[in-house]
């Protein structure tokens, strides 16, 4: 089965976990497809995603660069070739009132963004309460290849990704759901 092959995915973290993180990526709403683990105490993230809950065969790794970086950078391996796929860029000081990310290639140069809906709500979430869902908009080459709609329940972490059509051939499905991930697991954790 090609995991990379779907319109629409969710990302949801797993409620209780004592150490570290775990994510369920599922086709659609029902059809898990993808299990993510994200080690605690790591010094530097390292999430891997597999094929199944065994944590047998791995597909997909995100690992960021630096210890400490405020404007973190992931890069995203395909596991089988140890091949980069691209890379994953957070916009620090820009992210303190409105989350910006920026996709990259494989030579680090920008080929796109994943920005927060917008700056009003942004704020709200951060100065007063934060049940109101963030979305974010991404588009490589000012081309909208996707949207990431976090749910509004402060107790489970979910990632929705919806891909439009004129992301094929644009954005790469894998540094998709990367994102996605990232977005559930780091903008999850901050606010």
């Not at 059809?31 to 065969?57: C, H, S, V």
């Not at 990704?161 to 094929?168: F, G, H, K, P, S």
Request: aromatic residues 8%.
């Amino acid at each position: 089965m090609d995991r990379f092959q779907f319109d629409k995915y969710l990302i949801r973290r797993k409620v209780i976990k004592l150490f570290g993180a775990s994510f369920r990526v599922f086709a659609g709403e029902d059809n898990p497809i993808l299990y993510a683990n994200l080690k605690a105490f790591k010094l530097k993230e390292d999430i891997r995603l597999y094929t199944g809950d065994d944590m047998k065969e791995e597909v997909l790794v995100i690992k960021a660069r630096n210890i400490i970086d405020l404007g973190a950078t992931y890069d995203v391996y395909e596991s089988e070739r140890n091949e980069r796929i691209g890379v994953l860029k957070r916009k620090g000081m820009k992210s303190i009132l409105k989350d910006e990310w920026q996709f990259l290639d494989n030579n680090d140069k920008q080929i796109g963004t994943i920005k927060e809906d917008n700056l009003a709500l942004a704020l709200v979430r951060r100065l007063l309460i934060n049940i109101i869902p963030q979305t974010f908009t991404a588009e490589i080459n000012g081309t909208k290849v996707c949207t990431y709609v976090q749910s509004a329940n402060p107790f489970v972490s979910k990632v929705r990704v919806e891909y439009t059509r004129e992301a094929e051939g644009l954005l790469d499905r894998r540094l998709g759901i990367a994102a996605g991930l990232l977005l559930c697991a780091v903008e999850g954790k901050q606010n």
